[in-house]
Structures are given as structure tokens and as C-alpha cells.
């Protein structure tokens, strides 16, 4: 079974677009996460959030918002596509403190 | 602010060869330090958590050691599936935190 799924695992888009990437995750955790890994593979925070507070980074745009429909799931919007926004994204999840399971990834081409 | 900074950035080894790789860590109030393996293509899987100096961790050929600033990633006889980036990461603060990584060593055992 598949403990953090992301959908889709490849987007291809125009910039000015806007769109969505979905994670969901079947260990019972409360806490979630994504994260951008840009090309050079560095990983970087850009949101955490559980049933009572969301934590963003400082540095990510207000394009970028996440969205948790209910606690199995955190899924991200993108408006207005730059080519910057080109990267891998990751989900993952947690119990509040604990270790970090991540999603296979999105991959995200903006041209 | 959080820095984790990992040595080397790439290693090459011969099977049966083992080896250590360096995480160097500055955090205000440690909650955990966290150890990852990421073949290409895929999310990074979960290895190890220390939490304090002096703590170990074993795990088949790998075991992890951790003092007040730095964690160590120990590899006795890595056979070549063992090739794969190694990424540290600390979290502080709050429980809902994301991880700061490290950028990764880059591991390649050659058989």
C-alpha cells in the first residue's frame, strides 16, 4: 500500500497557468508538508501544516497556497505559473515532531 | 537561522570499502536530526532519527552517530545497491516544523 501518494507525477505547462497538485497519505498522521527540491536537488521547505496552525516559509510566494480538504490530505496550488516555479515537489507527513514520510514526487515544467 | 552543511558532496567507493559521510548542524533548540536516502526519481526514504549527542543508530550496513554539532553516516562494506544520495536534516522548534536539509552526499559504490 502506498503510504504518501501525489498526483500528477508529471505536470507540463504554460506559463500564467494555474494548477493544482494533490497528495494523499493512508498512515494516520496529523501533520503534512511540501517541500520544492529545485535542479541542483537542494530540498526546501515551503509549508507545514496539522489541524491547528500552517507554517510558511517566509520565502515562498503567495502564488504557492495549500489547501487540506481533511487530514489524509494537503494539496497544493500554483497560480499564475513562472518559469521558476519549474522543480520537483514533494508531499510528505508526519505525527506532530516525528519522522517525515515522503510522496514519489510531482515534477513540474513550466514553459 | 538552521544550516546543515554535508561532506562530501560526492564519494565514490569500491565494494567492501566503507566509509563515513559528515553532516555539520547549527540549530537553536534541536528537536531532532534526521537521515534520508534518495535514489533518482524517487521521494527520499526515511533512515534514521537521532535525537541527542551520544545516541546511535544501526540499521544493516549503515549506523548513525550524532555529537553536539555534527552526525556521521557510517557505511561498513557497502555493496553497490547502497549507491544513492544521502541527505541530512534537523528539525527545531515547534512540532509542526519542516526539516532544513542539507544538500546531500552523493554516494557510488562501485562493484
Known amino acids: 500500500d502506498t503510504a504518501v501518494s501525489q498526483t500528477p507525477k508529471y505536470l507540463v505547462t504554460q506559463m500564467g497557468n494555474d494548477k493544482s497538485i494533490k497528495c494523499e497519505q493512508n498512515?494516520?498522521?496529523?501533520?503534512m508538508y511540501w517541500y520544492k527540491q529545485d535542479s541542483k536537488k537542494f530540498l526546501k521547505i515551503m509549508f507545514s501544516y496539522n489541524n491547528k496552525e500552517l507554517i510558511i516559509n517566509e520565502t515562498v510566494p503567495n502564488r504557492f497556497s495549500p489547501k487540506s480538504p481533511d487530514k489524509a490530505h494537503l494539496n497544493l496550488h500554483i497560480n499564475s505559473l513562472e518559469l521558476g516555479d519549474s522543480a520537483v515537489y514533494f508531499c510528505a507527513s508526519s505525527r506532530l515532531a516525528g519522522e517525515q514520510y515522503f510522496g514519489p514526487g510531482t515534477r513540474l515544467t513550466v514553459t | 537561522e538552521d544550516q546543515v552543511t554535508q561532506s562530501p558532496e560526492a564519494l565514490r567507493l569500491q565494494e567492501g570499502e566503507s566509509s563515513s559521510l559528515n553532516c555539520s548542524y547549527t540549530?537553536?533548540?534541536?528537536?531532532?536530526l534526521f537521515w534520508y536516502r534518495q535514489d533518482p526519481g524517487k521521494g527520499p526514504e526515511f533512515l534514521f532519527t537521532l535525537y541527542s549527542a551520544g545516541e546511535e543508530k544501526e540499521k544493516e550496513r549503515l549506523k548513525a552517530t550524532i555529537t553536539k554539532k555534527e552526525s556521521f553516516l557510517h557505511i561498513t562494506a557497502p555493496k553497490p545497491e547502497d549507491s544513492a544520495t544521502y541527505l541530512c536534516?534537523?528539525?527545531?522548534?515547534?512540532?509542526?516544523?519542516?526539516?532544513?536539509f542539507g544538500k546531500g552526499t552523493h554516494l557510488i559504490i562501485q562493484p
Open positions: 536534516a534537523v528539525q527545531a522548534g515547534g512540532g509542526a516544523d519542516g526539516l532544513t
Open positions: 498512515l494516520g498522521h496529523d501533520t
Open positions: 540549530v537553536s533548540g534541536l528537536r531532532g
